[in-house]
């Protein structure tokens, strides 16, 4: 086989991009499941929240430890011990960070909390779409404006907002990382 | 060590090659997503795997998901091997190598 440099170089260049597709692909397949754990959650936390609003303590605690096992465990499964455990450290940050600022910020009211939180993760989404696929930019970015949006425009529906379309969005933007 | 591959040098085996490369070894692909990745037809596809499975590049398995037939493909070890040997003659090539160039 006899190729140019040119020739040799179209291939390298043609698998390079091939490998990249893969890639990304794959990671939108193993990063599904958690958005829709994630969406599955919110729905159920943000609605008794709406339902029990003096309980919204105790609901999120459950529920931030019962996804970060949940998804702990789905990571440990999908990957490797190394990527288990950095997920859960991952989260673990995500958590005391959150709480740190809300603990500098106090006093807030319920529904500033409740829609602080999902700006972060927003801004996750989108930093790691910058990184590793566009897919993630407007999980992130549909996210954040959803969010905003209940915020300013549905003041009083705020928690039922985002059990229905903020857990909504995250469970859609789950099948659609199953997507090819 | 490199070494040029005629078998994986075709367009559409090459991209097959590359998107198995990506995986973790033993890792598998549904047939689906190789396809929407190569952007092949079905039966092109198709005839080019058997010609790597022929090669002992990739294994394919057949499996239900569920009531879904379903097809993997997998790089082998061996498939893995012939890739980065046929990669690094391609190197080679750009590096400007004139025996790879085919100019001696």
Redesign the interface.
């Known amino acids: ?5 040119e020739e ?2 179209q ?2 260049q ?3 991009s ?6 990304t ?2 990671r939108y397949r193993g990063a599904a499941p958690h958005l829709m754990l994630w969406g599955v959650l919110w729905a159920v936390g943000y609605g008794l929240t709406e339902a029990i609003p003096a309980r919204a303590g105790a609901t999120w605690t459950v529920i931030v430890v019962v996804g970060i096992a949940a998804g702990t465990l789905m990571t440990f499964r999908q990957s490797d011990r190394t990527v288990g455990w950095r997920f859960a450290a991952m989260m673990a940050t995500l958590v005391v960070f959150c709480i740190a600022t809300l603990v500098i910020m106090a006093p807030i009211e319920g529904r500033q909390t409740a829609a602080f939180v999902p700006l972060v993760i927003a801004a996750c989404y989108v930093i790691a779409g910058i990184w590793f696929g566009p897919r993630y930019v407007v999980a992130g970015v549909a996210l954040a404006a959803l969010t905003l949006g209940g915020f300013f425009l549905l003041r009083s529906y705020f928690f039922a907002w985002m059990a229905v379309v903020g857990g909504g969005a995250l469970l859609l933007a789950g099948f659609w990382l199953t997507r ?1 | 060590m490199s070494r040029a591959d005629d078998i994986i040098h075709q367009p559409v085996r090459l991209k097959i090659m590359a998107a198995l490369n990506a995986l973790r070894p033993g890792e598998a692909i549904e047939f689906t997503r190789l396809k929407a990745i190569v952007a092949a037809t079905d039966g092109n596809l198709g005839a080019h795997i058997a010609t790597l499975e022929q090669a002992a590049y990739v294994t394919v398995s057949k499996d239900f998901n569920g009531r879904k037939p379903r097809t993997r493909i997998a790089m082998t070890r061996g498939g893995r091997r012939a890739f980065a040997q046929h990669v690094a003659y391609l190197r080679d090539i750009l590096d400007g190598d004139p025996i790879k160039e085919g100019k001696v």
């Open positions: 086989m006899a190729l140019s440099r040799a170089a291939a390298l043609e698998i390079a091939t490998e990249r597709r893969s890639t692909l794959r090819d």
